[in-house]
Structures are given as C-alpha cells and as structure tokens.
C-alpha cells in the first residue's frame, strides 16, 4: 500500500481497536496520533457518551455529529498532515459531512469484526457505561445492529478492510504490514 497520502485514518465499530492499534501504529511509525472522540473531549469539556445521551438522544448525537465534522475541518484547515494516524469514533462515518473529511484526510483504513467478534466484546466491556446504548436494549444486541447497520458503509468508505476480529498483536502486525514494503 506504500505510505499515506496525507494521514492514516482508521474507522470501524466500537471496540475494534481503532484507539489502541492507531496509538501503537502512530508509536511504530513515528507519527503524531489524534484520538477523534478525545479531540472533541478536549475542545467541549463534554465526553462522547455526555453529548450522545443527551436528552433527545436525536439532537445530542446531532450535535455531537457537527462537533466532530467541525474537528475534522478544523484538521484539514490546518494543511496536509503527513504522520498522522486518526481514530475516527465508531459512528463518525455514518455521517456524511464526516465521512467525506475523512477521506480528504487520507487513506481510509476499515478494521472490521464479525458480527459475533463485536458482540462478544461488548459483552466483556469493563465500562460500558462510557459507550451509551444508540438503539437500546443490550450491548451485545447493539453490537450487532451497529454491524449490520455500518459495515457495509465502512467497507465503501475505506480504501482497504482489515480483519481486527483476532488478537491485537496479530492485528497490529496486519495493520503495520500495510505501511511497510
């Protein structure tokens, strides 16, 4: 795959290692690394989980939606960032002004989990109250839902998928591989 374009940006769902994989990648690399959620914890003093339980759960995601796009612009304003590797949130892509700045910074990199993969590590979240429930019911149920509901629009979105369903360290080494000749 060669280098980045301009950044390395990683989405996917909730849990699939976009955090912890893009910090090590960042690390590997030599690149800066900015965390979306945390950029926007930062410039609102408010987490993702305060804005998106906001009561109606419609206008706090909506707003918290806008804040993201508005961080991302506020990346791109800044000119090309080459060493740059950026956790999207998991729910970034979904919206479509967010979608298209992620791609205007740089390759797009999909780390997918199976449907049971997604599950499986919502179920065994040691705080899941820092990831408020979109749809209700369970965690595990959500998981579910979020990947049937966005994996299609990942996949179309990213200029490549990689399989995040197994171990971190085998992951990372996948991850690592496509900037390595």
Known sequence: MGAARTAIVL???????????GLRLAQELRYDFIDLDTLVHRR????????????????????????????????LDAGPRDGLVLAAGGGTPTWAPSAALLQQLGTVIHLELSADEAAQRAALDPNPEQR??????????E??????????????????TLDASGPP?????????????
């Open 143 to 160: 998981a579910r839902l979020l990947h049937a509901e966005r994996t299609p629009l990942f996949r179309r979105l990213a200029a490549t």
């Open 44 to 75: 609102t003093g408010r987490t993702p989980a305060d804005w998106i339980s906001a009561r109606p759960i419609a206008s706090g995601e909506a707003a918290f939606r806008t804040l993201e796009a508005e961080a991302l612009q506020a990346l």
């Open 132 to 141: 408020p429930l979109l749809a209700g019911g369970t965690a595990e149920e």
């Open 169 to 181: 360290d085998s992951v990372f080494s996948a991850l690592l591989a496509l900037f390595h000749h």
């Open 11 to 21: 989405i996917g769902l909730r849990r699939s290692g976009k955090s912890s994989l």
